[in-house]
């Protein structure tokens, strides 16, 4: 079984430091190429569906979560607030109230809605010592979150398809859902008090859910704080479960924030929130990434996707052309060069590499590749532009098959 800590290490991903402080995991340089492919992914995505990116501060005044409810559901899971200038201000456990205050900054008309406002933003956790773990359980999370505004009668078909990015996501990583929740309150919890609210948003989402034709199972007590949620469960090897991506119907932050929009009658109504997070925590993603494919990653999220193996050192200079040339395509590659080991060795060493160009005398007199397969698969010598086309061809589709058709 793959552990993402042991493997996050040893393949030069991420770490932690004791200075930076337990839950506070660092990026290096190849975990970072995985995370920035994964933005690049999902801000692309969310792009082509009609969503607008925006920024907001990973800070807030305490007043904000007071009003968004988090202050006296949530309190529990957030840093203490801080005096700033005579005001208390804490770090955000969610980038809702933000994205409320976006919202109510400009007017709106229900000929805008649905308005969807997306952002990849910082929050904080306050997790206990004794849970953390690796980047699956942090106190620093980069979450890729939504929210969209939008009539009661839009909300179903939103959240169908926040649902169906999900999947297509899914496929691109090559990972897929354990299982999908219907998350409802349970006795007990701290909840927002309003009956017909919570009625009206878990029949909402049983309909998105009937509608996908995914099997589901209802479950007390894992509701967010304000409504219902449909939550996509993962497993890891020794499967344990935990969420990855959400939908959740919100009817009570918009009456919270007093959020409107005017209608074809030319009066104020009231907007419904849908919440929805496509890949969820980069953190957590990554980590189920490196589990699920062991390091090698599907061709687009690849550290390195191309690695290039000249045989002798006569053809060096052909090699380094070479990465340079795919650098300039936007592909990530190196160069190997002999003094790092036999050609067997780079090999080897490179098992989890998409591609592997090797370079010989004949290849770098005529401008040709042969080109190794991570799976094993060999082609014989061909133009390099043949090659590098051929090569960026899943990874523009963001595929997870190493070559379209056959080898």
Request: hydrophobic content about 40%; proline content about 7%; charged content about 25%.
């Amino acid at each position: 079984m793959h552990d993402h800590r042991r493997l996050g290490r040893e393949l030069d991903l991420f770490d932690t430091d004791p200075l930076m402080g337990a839950g506070l995991p660092y990026w290096l340089p190849d975990g970072a190429a995985v995370r920035h492919a994964l933005e690049e992914y999902v801000r692309d995505a969310e792009r082509r569906a009609g969503y607008r990116h925006v920024y907001s501060p990973v800070l807030g005044k305490r007043e904000l979560y007071e009003i968004s409810g988090h202050w006296s559901h949530y309190n529990e899971d957030m840093f203490p607030a801080m005096e700033l200038g005579g005001e208390q201000v804490v770090l955000r456990p969610s980038l809702c109230p933000h994205h409320a205050l976006i919202y109510r900054s400009r007017s709106h008309s229900y000929r805008e809605l649905p308005l969807r406002i997306a952002e990849l933003g910082a929050m904080y956790r306050s997790e206990p010592s004794g849970v953390l773990g690796g980047l699956t359980r942090v106190r620093a999370i980069q979450l890729n979150d939504a929210h969209i505004f939008c009539t009661p009668d839009q909300v179903a078909e939103e959240a169908y398809a926040a649902l169906e990015l999900i999947r297509r996501a899914y496929e691109a990583m090559g990972i897929r859902a354990a299982r999908y929740r219907l998350s409802l309150p349970g006795p007990g919890g701290e909840y927002v008090v309003d009956p017909e609210l919570w009625r009206r948003s878990a029949a909402l989402l049983r309909e998105v859910l009937d509608r996908s034709g995914v099997a589901y199972e209802a479950v007390e007590g894992e509701a967010a704080f304000y409504g219902p949620k449909i939550d996509v469960q993962i497993a890891d090897p020794a499967g344990r479960e935990s969420t990855l991506s959400t939908v959740q119907v919100d009817f009570h932050q918009p009456e919270r924030f007093d959020l409107h929009y005017i209608g074809p009658d030319g009066a104020k109504h009231r907007p419904v929130m849908v919440h929805r997070s496509v890949i969820g925590s980069l953190e957590r993603a990554v980590a189920h990434l490196i589990e699920v494919h062991g390091g090698a990653f599907p061709p687009w999220l690849a550290p390195t996707q191309l690695v290039a193996l000249p045989v002798s050192d006569a053809e060096v200079d052909r090699a380094a052309a070479l990465v340079r040339r795919c650098r300039d395509q936007g592909l990530r590659a190196e160069l190997v060069a002999p003094d790092q080991g036999t050609l067997g060795a780079r090999v080897r060493a490179a098992r989890l590499v998409p591609y592997q160009a090797v370079i010989g005398p004949r290849e770098a007199a005529a401008d040709m590749i042969a080109l190794r397969l991570r799976d094993g698969r060999r082609l014989d010598a061909r133009p390099a532009a043949e090659v590098l086309r051929r090569i960026a061809g899943p990874i523009d589709a963001r595929g997870a098959e190493l070559l379209d058709g056959d080898a």
